[in-house]
């Protein structure tokens, strides 16, 4: 089982299995942070020690922390999620307490002991969502009042608002008691999630909290009420958790304490709610008064290709604790699909929303409590009723009921279910569904063959390229020794004048001969044809491909998912993109190796001439007598012309431009066909090149109207129709000057 990197998300893993089969696990809580590369990364929030700044700090995770050494001094959160980027500072009012790292099974972080008096230590988790401060009272106080603690806060130079979006104007104490704040501008919050207080048995309530501002600062306060101290099984907790985005919406609502079964059963309201807690509760109980718990397992399971079929899915749930003390065989917990009104988190009002009240439908196959395994995962199995519930492009909304609650008998015990949720703060139990596909159309693969195919064509590209120099080459040296041989014969004409002038004739003739320019400019031709040829065909391959992407069924699906999909194909294209440059300068490289060799083959060609045209003048007139010398300079004329027609020399070059312009980097092209110097050195020589430039209009005019490039890139109208009905993608792209280029 390989996991498919490229189709991750923040919560979502992607596995390959054997026969076009696929393992989609979708978690709660986030599993992976985007990277500078924005690229995601698994997320790891373990603590290194600044020696510098004497901090405990993080920075694999979709925020970063600075933990102080001490316990009075600044606590940091700097949101970097989705651009929010701005930090929140606290401070508690606190005791000058050293703090020591720990690693445990719930998680790690820093613990200072009696930081707020003896046996009352603060201890801060660093975990995937965040920072999560936590005040354990160890034992009963000796004299019980309301305990309160402080701490100072900086918070961003922007609003702060409740979720009904009330802003607080700072002149007055904004009471957030079953309550989340937003800080931050809109869209790039952080997040004071609703604060909770616990014992060590089975009490839990919202804690009181509370912002504040004294002498021009602002301070955050939360009060445990002596009525939770004094009934409490201690230690007592107290959490205050700074998140960087909402919740999974994932926990449970409870009903009210009530003598009759049917009124906390039929109720249609809750009395109390939790979703921020590390851990979520599915229980009923009976005896002096009843009292039920309903669990949300609100799950996003978007990016399932939407002609895939699921063949099979699995909801696992981590147990903490269970009871089981009405064994009555209704003692069973099964998953129902709720209507709870948010996803991200819970209301009063959700009670009422797992199910129906009563005999709700069942989507698996219900679990005895007694079968349950605590410190372990449990899986309940879908069947295709529950299968039937998976969301592909949104949220799968699951919940979990107790056998009695569901068939509405009342209890005399407690049957009870205890999980982590996706706040758990060991970031390693968390709720997930494993859903299992087979077949349907992988558009993140047919892209992945897109790339494959380019990086193809530029392989081959640079592969034909090499091939092309090498001849290329060849004609230079050849060339360069001929030329060689011609000035030594010129020399000895120089100094033999009175040997045959047939002889001299004759060897001229056998120059342009043994030069074979027509053969090895036609082999370059030819080459050059093969190449033009070959990118065509690999280019109509693409334009294809890229035509059957517009044809598949998982479409519609793709441009709905238009985030991932962005994201997949930036990553694809980046990389694309790089090679090709990567490529292009491997082409300039040798192109502008080839051309220093050109020129300096004109050089020696120049150098030649300027040396022997003294020779060449005083032979000039005899030479030219020789009725054989008229005949070779035809002959060469002819050949030069020949050359240009017969080889169709522009329309070569015309297609070698397209070919440098399906590499997607003009400006290289520029360098290599434009340059003056290089132009100028190679065309120098008047006559050498006359007859070969002269028709550099016809050239110009090739390279404008070639038909061959206007045929490949005809296939951007189909990636126009991809992309114009996409106003995430223009956006994302609408200032990407690479992508332009």
Known sequence: MQELLDKRSYTRKVFSLEGNKKLYRFHT???????????????????????????????????????????????????????????????????????????????????????????????????????????????????????????????????????????WDKSSTLDFKDKTLKIGE?????????????????????????????????????????????????????????????????????????????TAHDATSGSDVDYSASNMNCLVYGGTFFFIQRMFIPINTSGIVDDATIISASLYLYLNVKDNLDNDGDDWMNIVKTSQISTTTLTYDDYAQCGEVDNPIEGATRINIGNLNISTYNAWTLNSTGIGWIDKTGITKLGMREGHDCIDSAVTNLNDMGCATSENTSGTKDPYLDVTTSGGTNYNSTFTETITCSETTLRSGARILSETITPTEAIM?????????????????????????????????????????????????????????????????????????????????????????????????????????????????????????????????????????????????????????????????TLTENFVKQLSFSRIFSETVNLVESFSNTRVYQRLFVDEFYLSEIFRVPFHWSHITKNVGSWANSIKNSTTWNKITGANNLWSRITKISPTWNKKNKNNTTWYN
């Open 29 to 167: 809580a986030h599993k992976h942070f985007k990277n500078e590369k924005e690229e995601f990364e698994t997320i790891d929030t373990t603590l290194s020690f600044d020696e510098t700044t004497k901090q405990f700090c993080q920075s694999k995770a979709s925020y970063h922390c600075n933990i102080p050494e001490y316990a009075d001094d600044w606590f940091e959160f700097y949101n970097a999620y989705e651009g929010a980027n701005h930090t929140i500072k606290a401070k508690p009012v606190a005791s000058h307490v050293k703090g020591v790292a720990f690693s445990a099974d719930d998680g790690q972080g820093v613990l200072y002991k009696d930081a707020f008096g003896k046996g009352i230590d603060l201890k801060v988790y660093a975990y995937w969502h965040g920072l999560k401060k936590v005040i354990i009272i160890n034992e009963k106080p000796a004299e019980i009042a309301d305990m309160s603690f402080d701490f100072e806060m900086e918070l961003p130079s922007t609003k702060v608002k409740d979720r009904q979006g009330i802003e």
């Open 186 to 262: 809109e869209g790039k919050e952080s997040y004071f999630h609703n604060a909770m207080m616990w014992d060590s048995g089975k009490n839990r309530e919202n804690v009181n909290i509370e912002l504040y501002t004294k002498d021009g600062k602002t301070y955050l306060r939360k009060t445990i009420p002596k009525e939770f101290l004094e009934k409490a099984t201690y230690p007592v907790y107290t959490d205050h958790p700074t998140n960087y985005n909402p919740t999974a919406g994932d926990g449970d609502v409870n009903s009210a304490y009530s003598e009759i079964w049917d």
């Open 477 to 637: 040296k050849s060339s360069t020794r001929l030329l060689s041989e011609n000035i030594t014969t010129s020399e000895t004409i120089k100094k033999s004048p009175a040997k045959s002038f047939l002889e001299t004739s004759t060897l001229a003739e056998t120059y342009s001969r043994r030069l074979t320019l027509s053969r090895l400019f036609s082999e370059t031709s030819n080459l050059t044809e093969s190449i033009v040829k070959g990118a065509s065909k690999i280019m109509s391959d693409i334009a294809t491909l890229t035509e059957s992407i517009t044809k598949i069924k998982a479409i519609n699906l793709i441009l709905s998912e238009t985030i991932n999909l962005t994201e997949t194909i930036q990553r694809g294209i980046s990389r694309f993109i790089s090679e090709t440059i990567t490529t292009t300068e491997s082409i300039f490289k040798a192109s502008q190796r080839i051309f220093s060799e050109t020129v300096n083959f004109t050089e020696t060609i120049c150098k030649a001439i300027t040396r022997s045209i003294d020779e060449t003048i005083t032979l000039a007139d005899d030479f030219l007598k020789q009725s054989g010398v008229a005949l070779i300079f035809t002959e060469t004329i």
